[in-house]
C-alpha cells in the first residue's frame, strides 16, 4: 500500500539493491484488494496488505510486524490539548479523515464505530496518507491514519509544509491493531533477494522455514509479529 510504501519499504529496497545490484525492482503501491487482485494476475513475488481482521487470502500469508493507528490534528484543535486519547464515542464529534478503505462497509474502522453504537463523521478520504495530513493541516478535520505515517519532522515543523504543526495523540483504545502481511502465491519459488526483502521487513523470520513452508514440507508456524516500532530500524546488512 501507499504507506507500507513510503515509509516502511524504503530502507529495505535499498539494501536490497546494495545486496542485490543487478537485481530491478518493480513497486506498485495499490489498495490492499487491488494488490491481491495484481498478485493473481500479474505474476509478482509477493503482495504486501495489511489487516485488522483475519490473514488475507490469495496465497501463503506471512506476518510480518503489527502496528495501530494514530490520530493527527492541528496544533489548535480542540482534540490536542487532551491529556488522553479520545474515546470513540468523543472523536464522532469531530470530522475525521481516514484512508479510503474506511468507506467500505466492512472496514475495521467501521466495525469499531458500530460496535461502539456511534457513526463517525467520515468528512474525507484518501490512499496517500501524505494527502491525509495535507487536509487536516488545512483545517479538514482529525486526521486517523497509520503510526508509521506520522512523526519527524515533518509532521511537527510548521515549515515543512502549508498549513498548521501537526499534533500525533493516540488514537481511540477500541481502534484494533493491525498486522501486516506479505502474501506470496502458493507454489512460488522464492529467490534470493525475496527472502532477504522478507526478512529485512520481519528479522524474527527463519529463511529456512520459509522455504520449507512455501515448498509444502513444513506447516506454517509463523513467530508472533512484533509491533512496528520496536523492529523499524533500518537494516544494515541482509542475511538469509
Request: hydrophobic share 40%.
Amino acid at each position: 500500500t501507499h504507506t507500507q510504501a513510503r515509509y516502511v519499504l524504503p530502507p529495505v529496497i535499498a539494501a536490497i539493491k546494495r545486496a542485490f545490484p543487478r537485481v530491478d525492482i518493480d513497486l506498485q503501491a495499490a489498495g490492499d484488494a487491488e494488490g491481491l487482485q495484481k498478485l493473481a494476475q500479474d505474476g509478482a513475488d509477493l503482495a504486501l496488505v495489511s489487516s485488522a481482521g483475519p490473514e488475507p487470502q490469495g496465497g501463503l500469508a506471512v506476518p510480518l510486524y503489527r502496528w495501530r493507528r494514530v490520530l493527527l490534528v492541528p496544533s489548535t484543535h480542540r482534540l490536542a490539548g487532551r491529556g488522553r486519547a479520545p474515546t470513540l464515542a468523543e472523536l464522532v464529534r469531530h470530522p475525521l479523515i481516514s484512508y479510503e478503505s474506511s468507506t467500505r462497509a466492512d472496514s475495521s474502522l467501521r466495525r469499531a464505530f458500530a460496535q461502539a453504537g456511534v457513526e463517525p463523521q467520515v468528512a474525507m478520504t484518501a490512499r496517500d496518507a501524505n494527502l491525509i495530513k495535507t487536509y487536516v493541516r488545512a483545517g479538514l478535520g482529525a486526521g486517523l491514519l497509520a503510526e508509521m505515517a506520522a512523526g519527524g519532522r515533518e509532521d511537527a515543523d510548521p515549515g515543512s509544509g502549508p498549513g498548521q504543526a501537526l499534533r500525533i495523540l493516540e488514537a481511540p483504545s477500541e481502534l484494533p491493531e493491525c498486522i501486516t502481511w506479505a502474501v506470496i502465491p502458493r507454489g512460488r519459488v522464492l529467490r534470493d533477494y525475496a527472502l532477504a526483502l522478507l526478512r529485512g521487513l520481519a528479522p524474527q523470520l527463519d529463511a529456512r522455514d520459509l522455504r520449507r513452508v512455501l515448498e509444502g514440507n513444513l506447516e506454517p508456524q509463523w513467530p508472533e509479529p512484533p509491533r512496528w516500532e520496536a523492529s523499524n530500524a533500518p537494516p544494515q546488512a541482509l542475511a538469509l
